[in-house]
């Protein structure tokens, strides 16, 4: 389960990095090309936007495997080991809730997407493609966090243990 776990995240990260070569790239030659007067992609930024927000979202879930949203640290130094598993397990349970409630309506709006058929205007891409990675990014954020729990409430370490072997890994 964690090499499966592993693989995703690196895929993700792999992805994210991807999407922002091809971002970068883009728009330094579409810059390059409109100031020199030598040719103009029209398509450059609405393609740049597309992976920006695609960026956005997939980075979510990384952020959430880094365990690089915001916590209040300052609970780790005064609480027991006990209280931090309760707390950890609330904290999972919200996220968790939210990332589901908000993946739910970003495949209710995924579906209309599809059923409208609507493209976008310079590229004629099917708009469904950017809302994807709405519940796409939700969705991965979920898995990040229950792994995470699953692995803090199942361990005998501290969080700063668990943290210390985590960034050996990486």
Known sequence: MKKLFNGLRRAEEVLLVI?????CVIIFVATVARFTGLFVIPWAEELARYCMIWII????????????HFCV???ELFCSKAVLKVIYVLDAVLVLGFSLFASYY????????IASGQITPSLRWPMWIMYLSIPLGLILMALCYAWHTYERVTAKETVEEIQQKEDKEQ
């Open 106 to 113: 970003g495949i209710t709006i995924l579906q209309k997407q």
């Open 19 to 23: 999407l922002m070569i091809i971002m």
């Open 73 to 75: 640290e300052a609970l």
């Open 57 to 68: 979202f997939l980075g979510i879930g990384v952020a959430a495997c880094n365990g690089e």
